[in-house]
């Protein structure tokens, strides 16, 4: 992919930024920072975009994403809807690797903080009870004031690098290739698919979009992606049924059809292709460590 650079700003009495986003279209876009982000979505469902990795984000989710690592929150649909009562709800933090000093992470008390943002390069998704502190730490954050900043997010980095609940989310091959003259030609793919992936998206249809031949097309996508569009397609599609099965509304075969599958064996096929699980396994472990 090709993402766009996004500068993140700081006061002149910070050295790092953290803000609270409540509109679902903040860097509603494929980019990228040189700064680290942790964010906490408080409030918001859709689908996120870490590197190669596609899934559905929901309402607590907690992410660590490394520097450069191109990256895309994509609110549902009904967040842009202005007869809807939906609203989105975001703590960030952005900060270098090195703003405390270059000697910092090779102190030996911060082993583990620095080996957390070697792996923030592939994406961290933070599960269990430590999203709760972690949550609270950056709330705090957005007050805080002189050292206490910087004490509070050490403490958030430590608790996730000692908590043995992440998991990584892009793949250890994935290198991105920054071309900032295709921002546009990707956001409008991203966009297009999200907003049909329901029926059956045609290749000259989105080879259109793409303003490029459907001969073309094909090539282009796998070179920028390292997968098939039609695989593309399919984690989105999967993507959406993991929100479903999460929030527990529908029976399997309503899910099914509203994920845009055709029919329930392919869609049973290729759930448990991208995820290693049945749909109902999922469920029920979802189900199962949320209660607990």
């Known amino acids: 992919m090709k993402p766009q650079l996004l500068k993140v700003s700081t006061g002149p009495a910070q050295s790092f930024s ?9 860097n509603n876009k494929w980019h990228y920072h040189p700064e680290v982000e942790l964010i906490h979505l408080k409030k918001g469902v859709g689908t996120q975009f870490i590197g190669d990795s596609i899934k559905g984000f929901r ?31 975001v703590r960030v933090a952005h900060f270098s690797e090195n703003f405390w000093g270059d ?6 008390e ?16 933070v599960n269990g009870k430590v999203k709760i502190k972690v949550a609270d730490l ?3 954050m957005l ?24 998991v990584k989310l892009s793949s250890i091959g994935f290198k991105q290739d920054y071309d900032e003259s295709e921002n546009i030609r990707i956001n409008a793919i991203y966009d297009y698919t999200l907003s049909n992936f329901r029926r059956k998206i045609h290749l000259e249809e989105i080879a259109n979009v793409a ?26 599609k999967v993507g959406h049924a993991c929100k479903l099965l999460m929030e527990n509304k529908l029976n399997i075969k ?18 448990k292709i991208t995820t290693g699980k049945s749909p109902l396994n999922y469920q029920k472990e979802f189900i199962s460590h949320h209660s607990n």
């Open 138 to 140: 950056l709330e705090q």
């Open 59 to 89: 309402s607590g989710d907690i992410v660590l994403v490394g520097a450069h690592l191109a990256h895309y929150w994509r609110f549902d649909d009904m967040y842009f809807n202005d007869q809807s009562k939906a609203c989105a709800d």
């Open 143 to 166: 007050t805080a004031e002189g050292t206490q900043r910087i004490v509070l997010l050490i403490e958030a980095l430590s608790l996730i690098a000692n908590c043995n609940q992440t």
């Open 103 to 108: 000697q910092f992470l090779n102190l030996p």
């Open 18 to 26: 953290v803000r609270r986003d409540l509109v679902p279209y903040m």
């Open 211 to 236: 303003v490029i031949s459907p001969n073309s097309f094909c090539r282009y996508f796998k070179s920028k992606t390292r997968k098939t569009y039609s695989r593309f397609l399919t984690e989105i």
């Open 254 to 271: 309503q899910l099914c059809y509203e994920s845009g599958f055709n029919n329930l064996a392919s869609f049973h096929k290729y759930f």
């Open 110 to 125: 911060n082993k583990a903080i620095k080996s957390l943002l070697e792996n923030s390069r592939r994406g961290l998704q």
